[in-house]
Structure formats: structure tokens, C-alpha cells
């Protein structure tokens, strides 16, 4: 049971840290540069982004850091392993949930808003559209990246602990 304890962890730690570099790079790069850009290449370019990111490799991180958090809180609870682990996982599970919740609340309504607006050239006011979208857009994915980055940190840290005090046999 020790090793499964280590290699959910681990891959809670890993799928995490992908998720949050992820939008960390959205705020820290992509984001700044489309800001530069003008309106149709920025419309463009993120109705292209919003189509492209929808794979299997994302969701695995995305969708995945948070099932195997909570796979490392049933592995740490069926095993009577450490309370402090387990109150730093749930910590995890809670800034990871809050990244789902953010992304399904705000972040997919106003990607979806942008794409309804249609195919630049296409008679859409891109002005209008880019600004319907990407302050608020920018604000929303700032609180992703830090609460992925707070969940990284928190699994990160479990994941410490967890070598340092193992789970009974």
C-alpha cells in the first residue's frame, strides 16, 4: 500500500502542476501577447485556442488533477495513513475544485460567448466581442492559475509529508 500511496500522490502532484502551469502561462504570456495584438487576430486566436485545447491530453491534467487528488485522500483514509497528510489533501481537493468551478462558471460561458459571435470577417463587431470577453476573461483565469498553483502547493506538500510519515501496513 505504500508504494499506490506514493504514485497516486505523485501523479495528483504532477497532473496538478500541468493544470497549473497552464494557466499560468495563459497570465503570464499568452494573454499579455494577445493584449497586443489587434481584434480580429485576437478574436481569432482564441476562438482557435477554445477549440484546440478541447483534447485528451488537457482534460487528462485538467479533468484528472482532481480525481487523483481525491484518490489520494481515499488511499490516505482506507489506509489510517496520517491526518496531517489527509487535511493537506483535502486542502488540494478544494483549491483543485475551485479551479473546476471557475472554469465551468466563468471561463467556458465566455469562451462560448466568443465563438457565438462568430468567425471574424464574418459581420461580428470584434471590438465589441474582444471586449465582452477579454478583461473578464483575463480577471477569471488569474483566480485559476493561483488557486492551481495554491492546490500544487498544498499536494505538493502532502506529497513531502507523506514520505516522511508512512502509512501503516
Known amino acids: 500500500m505504500p508504494t499506490?500511496?506514493?504514485?497516486?500522490?505523485?501523479?495528483a502532484t504532477v497532473t496538478t502542476g500541468l493544470s497549473a502551469g497552464l494557466f499560468y502561462s495563459y497570465a503570464c504570456s499568452v494573454m499579455p501577447g494577445l493584449a497586443r495584438a489587434d481584434d480580429r487576430t485576437f478574436v481569432e486566436a482564441m476562438q482557435r485556442i477554445n477549440v484546440a485545447i478541447l483534447n485528451g491530453w488537457f482534460m487528462l491534467?485538467?479533468?484528472g488533477a482532481?480525481?487523483?487528488?481525491?484518490?489520494a485522500g481515499l488511499v490516505e483514509l482506507?489506509?489510517?495513513?496520517?491526518r496531517t497528510v489527509l487535511l493537506w489533501i483535502g486542502a488540494a481537493a478544494a483549491f483543485q475544485l475551485a479551479v473546476l468551478v471557475i472554469t465551468g462558471v466563468a471561463n467556458v460561458p465566455l469562451n462560448d460567448r466568443l465563438a457565438a459571435a462568430g468567425p471574424p470577417g464574418g459581420?461580428?463587431?470584434l471590438a465589441a466581442a474582444r471586449a465582452a470577453f477579454e478583461t473578464?476573461?483575463?480577471h477569471w483565469n488569474l483566480a485559476r492559475a493561483l488557486a492551481s498553483t495554491a492546490?500544487?502547493?498544498c499536494i505538493s506538500w502532502a506529497l513531502r509529508l507523506s514520505a516522511r510519515t508512512p502509512a501503516p501496513v
Open 4 to 11: 499506490l500511496r506514493t504514485a497516486v500522490l505523485l501523479g
Open 66 to 71: 482532481l480525481v487523483l487528488i481525491g484518490a
Open 61 to 63: 491534467s485538467f479533468l
Open 78 to 82: 482506507k489506509t489510517g495513513g496520517s
Open 136 to 138: 473578464t476573461w483575463v
Open 123 to 125: 459581420g461580428t463587431d
Open 151 to 153: 492546490a500544487l502547493t
